[in-house]
Protein backbone atom coordinates (compact mmCIF):
# COMPACT_ATOMS: atom_id res chain seq x y z
CA UNK A 1 0.00 0.00 0.00
CA UNK A 2 1.02 3.93 -0.91
CA UNK A 3 1.68 6.13 2.09
CA UNK A 4 3.42 9.53 3.17
CA UNK A 5 5.39 8.15 6.89
CA UNK A 6 5.44 11.90 8.35
CA UNK A 7 8.74 12.34 10.02
CA UNK A 8 7.97 16.25 10.70
CA UNK A 9 4.20 17.82 10.41
CA UNK A 10 5.14 21.20 11.14
CA UNK A 11 2.87 23.88 13.10
CA UNK A 12 -0.43 22.48 11.60
CA UNK A 13 -0.86 19.80 8.87
CA UNK A 14 -4.61 19.31 8.52
CA UNK A 15 -6.50 16.69 5.86
CA UNK A 16 -8.59 18.54 3.23
CA UNK A 17 -10.84 18.00 0.34
CA UNK A 18 -13.48 20.23 -0.84
CA UNK A 19 -15.59 19.94 2.21
CA UNK A 20 -18.72 18.34 3.90
CA UNK A 21 -21.40 21.43 2.96
CA UNK A 22 -25.26 21.41 3.51
CA UNK A 23 -24.76 20.02 6.93
CA UNK A 24 -25.70 22.96 9.04
CA UNK A 25 -28.76 21.73 10.30
CA UNK A 26 -26.95 19.20 12.36
CA UNK A 27 -24.59 22.37 13.17
CA UNK A 28 -21.51 21.09 11.60
CA UNK A 29 -19.62 23.69 9.07
CA UNK A 30 -18.89 23.64 5.98
CA UNK A 31 -15.02 22.76 6.35
CA UNK A 32 -12.61 21.96 3.22
CA UNK A 33 -9.53 23.58 1.98
CA UNK A 34 -9.36 27.44 2.74
CA UNK A 35 -7.44 28.51 -0.17
CA UNK A 36 -9.60 26.25 -2.43
CA UNK A 37 -7.93 27.36 -5.55
CA UNK A 38 -4.48 26.29 -4.49
CA UNK A 39 -6.16 22.90 -3.56
CA UNK A 40 -7.72 22.42 -7.02
CA UNK A 41 -4.65 23.26 -8.29
CA UNK A 42 -2.24 20.65 -6.69
CA UNK A 43 -4.97 17.90 -7.66
CA UNK A 44 -4.78 18.82 -11.36
CA UNK A 45 -1.14 19.27 -11.04
CA UNK A 46 -1.21 15.44 -9.96
CA UNK A 47 -3.65 13.97 -12.16
CA UNK A 48 -6.11 13.60 -9.24
CA UNK A 49 -10.43 13.56 -9.44
CA UNK A 50 -12.06 16.36 -8.23
CA UNK A 51 -11.95 16.32 -4.27
CA UNK A 52 -9.30 13.85 -3.44
CA UNK A 53 -7.91 14.81 -0.20
CA UNK A 54 -4.44 16.50 0.76
CA UNK A 55 -2.72 17.93 3.10
CA UNK A 56 -3.39 21.87 4.37
CA UNK A 57 0.04 23.42 6.09
CA UNK A 58 0.15 26.20 8.08
CA UNK A 59 3.54 27.52 7.96
CA UNK A 60 5.22 25.10 6.26
CA UNK A 61 7.26 22.93 8.08
CA UNK A 62 6.00 19.43 6.66
CA UNK A 63 9.02 16.70 6.60
CA UNK A 64 7.54 12.99 4.53
CA UNK A 65 8.71 10.01 3.52
CA UNK A 66 7.45 7.88 0.51
CA UNK A 67 5.85 4.70 1.06
CA UNK A 68 5.76 4.00 -3.18
CA UNK A 69 6.55 5.74 -6.10
CA UNK A 70 4.08 8.92 -6.29
CA UNK A 71 3.31 12.01 -7.85
CA UNK A 72 3.16 15.25 -5.50
CA UNK A 73 2.76 18.54 -5.92
CA UNK A 74 2.99 21.78 -3.40
CA UNK A 75 0.55 24.88 -4.28
CA UNK A 76 -0.62 27.42 -2.45
CA UNK A 77 1.81 29.67 -0.14
CA UNK A 78 4.72 29.98 -2.44
CA UNK A 79 7.54 28.05 -0.26
CA UNK A 80 11.17 26.39 -0.39
CA UNK A 81 10.43 22.62 -1.60
CA UNK A 82 13.35 20.07 -1.14
CA UNK A 83 13.53 16.66 -2.68
CA UNK A 84 16.07 14.36 -0.87
CA UNK A 85 17.88 17.69 0.45
CA UNK A 86 17.63 18.77 -3.20
CA UNK A 87 15.93 22.22 -4.66
CA UNK A 88 12.80 20.86 -6.31
CA UNK A 89 10.25 23.40 -6.68
CA UNK A 90 7.04 24.22 -6.08
CA UNK A 91 3.61 24.83 -8.44
CA UNK A 92 4.79 21.41 -10.34
CA UNK A 93 4.37 17.74 -10.68
CA UNK A 94 7.06 16.24 -8.65
CA UNK A 95 8.35 12.52 -8.79
CA UNK A 96 8.45 11.13 -5.38
CA UNK A 97 10.42 7.73 -5.47
CA UNK A 98 10.16 5.20 -3.25
CA UNK A 99 11.53 5.81 0.00
CA UNK A 100 12.52 9.79 -1.02
CA UNK A 101 12.01 12.26 1.32
CA UNK A 102 9.71 15.73 0.70
CA UNK A 103 10.24 18.55 3.07
CA UNK A 104 8.03 22.23 2.82
CA UNK A 105 9.47 25.15 4.02
CA UNK A 106 8.55 28.07 5.26
CA UNK A 107 6.17 30.18 3.30
CA UNK A 108 7.77 32.79 1.81
CA UNK A 109 4.52 34.79 2.19
CA UNK A 110 0.85 33.88 2.57
CA UNK A 111 0.04 31.04 5.35
CA UNK A 112 -0.77 27.99 3.85
CA UNK A 113 0.55 25.92 1.80
CA UNK A 114 -1.11 22.31 -0.16
CA UNK A 115 0.34 19.13 -0.71
CA UNK A 116 -1.50 17.13 -3.15
CA UNK A 117 -0.56 13.36 -3.99
CA UNK A 118 -1.40 11.32 -6.73
CA UNK A 119 -4.37 9.20 -5.59
CA UNK A 120 -5.35 11.37 -2.65
CA UNK A 121 -5.08 10.81 1.25
CA UNK A 122 -6.99 7.33 1.73
CA UNK A 123 -8.03 8.38 4.86
CA UNK A 124 -11.93 7.27 7.06
CA UNK A 125 -14.63 10.05 5.43
CA UNK A 126 -16.75 11.38 8.06
CA UNK A 127 -20.51 12.66 6.33
CA UNK A 128 -19.21 12.98 2.62
CA UNK A 129 -15.76 14.47 3.55
CA UNK A 130 -11.94 13.66 4.70
CA UNK A 131 -11.28 16.92 6.12
CA UNK A 132 -10.47 17.73 9.70
CA UNK A 133 -13.12 20.72 11.17
CA UNK A 134 -11.46 22.11 14.31
CA UNK A 135 -14.69 23.12 15.48
CA UNK A 136 -17.02 19.80 15.13
CA UNK A 137 -14.21 17.46 15.79
CA UNK A 138 -15.37 15.09 12.84
CA UNK A 139 -12.95 13.79 10.22
CA UNK A 140 -8.68 13.14 11.28
CA UNK A 141 -6.83 14.03 14.13
CA UNK A 142 -4.71 17.16 12.81
CA UNK A 143 -1.45 15.30 11.45
CA UNK A 144 0.95 14.62 13.97
CA UNK A 145 5.12 13.38 14.02
CA UNK A 146 5.19 9.11 13.31
CA UNK A 147 1.47 9.75 11.16
CA UNK A 148 1.63 7.22 8.43
CA UNK A 149 -1.05 8.24 5.56
CA UNK A 150 -2.45 6.05 2.92
CA UNK A 151 -2.63 6.97 -0.70
CA UNK A 152 -5.25 5.96 -2.87
CA UNK A 153 -4.94 4.26 -6.18
CA UNK A 154 -3.92 6.83 -8.85
CA UNK A 155 -7.00 7.82 -11.31
CA UNK A 156 -4.44 7.15 -14.26
CA UNK A 157 -5.11 10.76 -15.47
CA UNK A 158 -2.17 12.47 -16.76
CA UNK A 159 -0.70 15.30 -14.44
CA UNK A 160 -1.00 19.25 -15.98
CA UNK A 161 1.86 20.13 -17.00
CA UNK A 162 3.88 22.73 -14.33
CA UNK A 163 5.22 24.93 -13.06
CA UNK A 164 2.26 27.15 -12.67
CA UNK A 165 2.60 31.17 -12.24
CA UNK A 166 1.76 31.91 -8.55
CA UNK A 167 2.00 35.31 -7.03
CA UNK A 168 3.50 37.35 -3.30
CA UNK A 169 0.38 38.57 -1.16
CA UNK A 170 -0.04 41.69 -1.02
CA UNK A 171 0.46 44.21 2.04
CA UNK A 172 -3.13 44.76 1.51
CA UNK A 173 -5.84 42.57 0.45
CA UNK A 174 -9.06 44.11 -0.97
CA UNK A 175 -12.65 41.99 -0.04
CA UNK A 176 -15.62 43.06 -1.51
CA UNK A 177 -18.85 42.57 0.51
CA UNK A 178 -22.39 42.73 0.27
CA UNK A 179 -24.82 43.98 2.85
CA UNK A 180 -26.01 41.52 5.86
CA UNK A 181 -28.81 40.85 7.60
CA UNK A 182 -28.35 42.53 10.31
CA UNK A 183 -26.96 45.82 8.46
CA UNK A 184 -29.44 47.88 9.80
CA UNK A 185 -28.56 48.06 13.25
CA UNK A 186 -25.05 50.38 12.12
CA UNK A 187 -24.97 53.88 12.01
CA UNK A 188 -23.14 53.95 9.10
CA UNK A 189 -23.16 50.30 7.60
CA UNK A 190 -21.44 51.16 4.61
CA UNK A 191 -18.54 53.59 5.95
CA UNK A 192 -18.02 51.70 9.38
CA UNK A 193 -16.48 48.54 6.79
CA UNK A 194 -15.26 50.47 3.23
CA UNK A 195 -13.66 53.44 4.95
CA UNK A 196 -10.82 52.37 7.57
CA UNK A 197 -8.16 50.03 6.68
CA UNK A 198 -8.13 46.89 8.90
CA UNK A 199 -5.40 45.00 10.14
CA UNK A 200 -5.43 40.63 10.22
CA UNK A 201 -5.01 40.33 14.52
CA UNK A 202 -2.96 37.25 15.29
CA UNK A 203 -6.31 36.06 17.35
CA UNK A 204 -7.66 33.85 14.14
CA UNK A 205 -7.68 30.13 12.77
CA UNK A 206 -9.51 28.28 10.35
CA UNK A 207 -12.65 29.70 12.14
CA UNK A 208 -12.01 32.99 11.89
CA UNK A 209 -9.77 35.68 10.92
CA UNK A 210 -10.74 38.53 13.93
CA UNK A 211 -9.55 42.37 12.45
CA UNK A 212 -8.18 45.19 14.13
CA UNK A 213 -9.83 48.82 13.82
CA UNK A 214 -12.39 50.87 14.83
CA UNK A 215 -15.63 48.86 16.07
CA UNK A 216 -18.60 49.62 13.95
CA UNK A 217 -20.52 51.49 15.56
CA UNK A 218 -24.61 50.37 16.84
CA UNK A 219 -27.51 52.24 16.68
CA UNK A 220 -27.61 53.68 20.37
CA UNK A 221 -31.10 51.57 20.97
CA UNK A 222 -29.66 48.50 19.85
CA UNK A 223 -26.55 49.21 21.90
CA UNK A 224 -27.63 46.57 24.72
CA UNK A 225 -30.07 44.63 22.67
CA UNK A 226 -28.97 41.14 22.11
CA UNK A 227 -29.89 39.01 19.20
CA UNK A 228 -31.19 35.76 19.30
CA UNK A 229 -29.14 32.96 17.21
CA UNK A 230 -29.82 32.79 13.58
CA UNK A 231 -27.63 30.89 11.20
CA UNK A 232 -23.95 31.74 9.78
CA UNK A 233 -22.63 31.59 6.53
CA UNK A 234 -18.75 31.13 5.29
CA UNK A 235 -17.96 34.90 5.03
CA UNK A 236 -20.34 36.24 7.22
CA UNK A 237 -18.62 39.47 9.03
CA UNK A 238 -19.80 39.59 12.86
CA UNK A 239 -19.90 42.31 14.97
CA UNK A 240 -19.19 41.84 18.98
CA UNK A 241 -20.48 44.02 20.98
CA UNK A 242 -17.93 47.27 21.26
CA UNK A 243 -15.55 45.09 19.45
CA UNK A 244 -13.63 45.09 15.57
CA UNK A 245 -15.45 42.35 13.38
CA UNK A 246 -14.60 38.53 13.03
CA UNK A 247 -14.73 36.98 9.42
CA UNK A 248 -15.96 33.65 9.10
CA UNK A 249 -13.90 30.82 7.65
CA UNK A 250 -15.02 27.10 6.70
CA UNK A 251 -15.01 26.14 10.24
CA UNK A 252 -17.19 28.73 11.39
CA UNK A 253 -19.89 27.71 13.64
CA UNK A 254 -23.31 27.73 11.51
CA UNK A 255 -25.16 29.96 14.12
CA UNK A 256 -24.23 33.10 16.45
CA UNK A 257 -25.32 35.90 18.32
CA UNK A 258 -23.91 38.57 16.96
CA UNK A 259 -25.01 40.64 14.34
CA UNK A 260 -23.74 40.09 10.86
CA UNK A 261 -22.74 43.51 8.96
CA UNK A 262 -21.75 42.20 5.66
CA UNK A 263 -20.51 38.78 3.91
CA UNK A 264 -17.29 38.39 1.62
CA UNK A 265 -17.57 37.30 -1.28
CA UNK A 266 -16.93 33.78 -1.77
CA UNK A 267 -14.49 33.97 -4.53
CA UNK A 268 -12.54 36.66 -2.18
CA UNK A 269 -11.84 34.57 0.88
CA UNK A 270 -8.77 32.90 -0.71
CA UNK A 271 -7.09 35.93 -0.01
CA UNK A 272 -7.58 36.18 3.12
CA UNK A 273 -6.94 32.95 4.09
CA UNK A 274 -3.70 33.52 3.22
CA UNK A 275 -3.03 36.82 5.12
CA UNK A 276 -0.48 36.35 7.77
CA UNK A 277 -0.95 38.81 10.86
CA UNK A 278 -0.77 42.24 10.15
CA UNK A 279 -1.60 42.33 6.72
CA UNK A 280 -3.98 45.54 5.77
CA UNK A 281 -7.51 44.62 4.62
CA UNK A 282 -9.77 46.91 2.48
CA UNK A 283 -13.62 46.26 1.95
CA UNK A 284 -15.35 47.23 -0.78
CA UNK A 285 -19.38 47.01 -0.66
CA UNK A 286 -21.34 45.74 -3.50
CA UNK A 287 -24.98 46.76 -3.84
Known sequence: MSALLVLR???????????RPGHAHLGVPPSGALDRPAY??????????????????LGGGLRVRARGDRTVAVTGAP????????PAGSHRALHLPDGAELAVGTPLGGLRC?????GGLDVTVALGSRSTDLLSGLGPDPVADGDELPVGPWSGRV???GPVPVSLPGAVVRLRVRPGP?????????????????????????IGVRLDGPPPRRHLELRDRELPSEGMVTGSVQVPPDGPPVVFLADHPTTG?????AAVEPADLPLLAQAPPGTGVRFTMLR
Not at 9 to 19: E, F, I, N, S
Not at 114 to 118: E, I, N, S
Not at 186 to 206: C, E, I, K, M, Y
Open 182 to 206: RDDWFTDPHGALSDPLWTVSADGNR
Open 79 to 86: APVLLDGR
Open 9 to 19: AGPQALVTDRG
Open 114 to 118: YLAVA
Open 40 to 57: ELGNRLVGNDDGAAGLEL
Open 159 to 161: PVA
Open 257 to 261: GYPVL
